[in-house]
């Protein structure tokens, strides 16, 4: 089992940064591939990024939405990772969730584990 807990999330006003953070626990190591979902109110959860394991290449993907504003990054050592989140929109509006799985196409489909969700919210 995976633990993942998130943290970071906020208020900020359309055009403004924030970092989300999430902290892994349990059977962790840097063999999980992890990443982030999100889900606007009254909308299904969505892919928004996700980040490879393997030590010799790291692999990023992200969701049209959102490429060139996010950016996932881990850091194996602490088994965290981040999503740093800028040039933030209105439609970026949504609780964001950490999530693990063994591949990169599994969590970027149905991620095993799922952390309990931090809400972002952008003002216009």
């Known amino acids: 089992q995976v633990q993942l807990v998130e943290s970071g999330g906020g208020l900020v006003q359309a055009g403004g940064s924030l970092r989300l953070s999430c902290a892994a626990s349990g059977r962790t190591g840097s063999s999980y591939a992890m990443g982030w979902f999100r889900q606007a109110p009254g909308k299904d959860r969505e892919f928004v990024a996700a980040?490879?394991?393997?030590?010799?290449?790291?692999?990023?993907y992200y969701s049209d939405s959102v490429k060139g504003r996010f950016t996932i990054s881990r850091d194996n050592a602490k088994n965290t990772v981040n999503l740093q989140m800028n040039s933030l929109k209105p439609e970026d509006t949504a609780v964001y969730y950490c999530t693990a799985g063994r591949t990169t196409t599994q969590i970027m489909g149905v991620p095993t584990y799922w952390g309990q969700g931090t809400q972002v919210t952008v003002s216009s």
């Open positions: 980040i490879s394991w393997s030590p010799g290449s790291t692999y990023y």
